[in-house]
């Protein structure tokens, strides 16, 4: 889908994303543009066929114009690949992904409202959600977690923390003076991908991001979040006693 109105700070402005069938395990896909989906697909299939030690035979592909295109053509018929196309505006016939999207919408936009931070962070908050959307139950397996059933590994929970709480870097020793502060408040902005290990972390100055292992403070977020709830509370329950305060005032008249 995409391009989006407001790109992520990396520049990222369309996803494509992946739903297998059996394990209902969900890959999510950062473009700049439409126009690498091929190097997409290409790089799936090959990550599918090593994993799975078995070909995609049969995907079912929405039926749009970067999709349907001679180079993907060409590498399916090649690898034998039959590819199924979607009812052109149609969105039941490929309902399971759509309801996938629409999840990931949702997740997506309250992270951003809990955490307090811009549309210009939707990318790695996409990349968060699918992370804790693939490691919860789903109905259609019984209750069977979605990570557990394509790895054949339980999962484990002590990694996970809250997208966009106050996180510090340890400044290495030969980085620093003796006075100088042996940390660095930053962001933390997900999970590092596979084949590499830490977490993504953002830098505010400089800008950019770094993986790492260090200090998180998830009590600041909770804590600001539970402030801003009660003075919206406090607000809306001082506007709704002034319009009561005016419905006496006129009744008394």
Sequence with gaps: SGPCSTSSINGYGCVVSSI??????????????????FVVFKNFHAFTTTQTCSKLKWPRIDNRKEYINSQITVFCAKNWIKWELTTPNNPTSNGVTEQYNRT???????????SNLPNAFRGEASQTALHIINQCPHDSLRGGITEDIWSGKSTLYDHLHIFGCEAFVHIRQEL???LDAKSIECIFWGYSVEGEMGYRIYLHHPRKVIRSCDVFNEAKLLKSNCTSLESTKRMKFQQQSTIDSRIISQGDE
């Design 20 to 37: 297998a069938c059996f394990s209902r395990v969900t890959w999510l896909y950062l473009m700049k543009n439409k126009n690498e989906v």
């Design 104 to 114: 990931l919408c949702e997740r997506v936009g309250c992270t951003l409202s809990t």
């Design 176 to 178: 620093r003076n003796k």
